[in-house]
């Protein structure tokens, strides 16, 4: 059982969300694009992390103005109703717009959907420095994962030199959330 302590998987794992995830080895069971996976962090080791699979060894991946384009092909991004979230109940929640008095807010949000057609919830808080990198490509054995909340997410976006995961081994993953 994982107990998320941030929001960089809402609104699939919100923070404090408790939710039961599948001990994984990677050599067998490899991940595939979409899977949440629960790995290692590649510099501090003891500590757990949890993101989505974008990209896998041998895929170039590029964020352009918030969208995903995996080897050369924008993912589909189709709107759905706002998240309604309030920001005095729960501290870890971001609003991209200004809160109301009460702590409310409305946060944009979308389902993107991968080649293989997994497809799942996005939060976007508007533009932000991520939303825009340069095209990588994902070393063999390794992934390039992101939150699904995009904007509060410090993940394969960010080298380790800026507090970020960059690429994750393979071997890191350990547990994987089969319906998410």
Known sequence: MWKMTGEAMAPALDSNACKAARLLDPKAE???HGDVVVFKHPVKLDT???????ALGGDTVQMVQGKILLNGQALPQSPIAPLHRNVLA?????C???ADRDGSCLVDRYVETLPNGRAYEI???GWESLDNTAS???PMNH?????????NSADSRLPHSSGGLGFVPIGNVTAIFDDL
Not at 48 to 54: E, G, H, N, S
Not at 90 to 94: Q, Y
């Open 30 to 32: 490899p991940p595939v």
């Open 48 to 54: 757990p992390m949890v993101f989505r699979v974008i």
């Open 90 to 94: 729960n501290p870890h929640h971001r």
């Open 96 to 98: 991209g717009r200004t």
């Open 123 to 125: 939060l976007d808080l």
């Open 136 to 138: 990588l490509e994902v």
């Open 143 to 151: 992934l390039f994962v992101l939150g699904d909340h995009r904007d």
